[in-house]
């Protein structure tokens, strides 16, 4: 399981089987991957050890 903040800075876990596609949305960004990547293999991938740290160094705001 992967851990990112709520809006509160608490905690809480994401599963490792979400979709990129489902975090996209959720938070408004664009990973330029695929949607159906699964995020504990993007994390591996790209190096991330959190949710939270992938957003913050990767997330790039969608254009509207």
């Known amino acids: 399981m992967w851990y990112n903040k709520n809006m509160k800075n ?3 876990k994401k599963r490792e089987d979400t979709k990129i ?7 408004g960004v ?8 699964k995020l504990g293999n993007f994390l591996e991938k790209k190096g991330y050890s959190s949710l939270s740290e992938l ?3 990767d997330g790039k705001k969608r254009s509207r």
């Open 30 to 37: 664009d990973f330029g991957t695929r949607s159906d990547a």
């Open 10 to 12: 608490q905690f809480r």
């Open 55 to 57: 957003l913050k160094k």
């Open 21 to 27: 596609g489902t975090i996209e949305k959720k938070y």
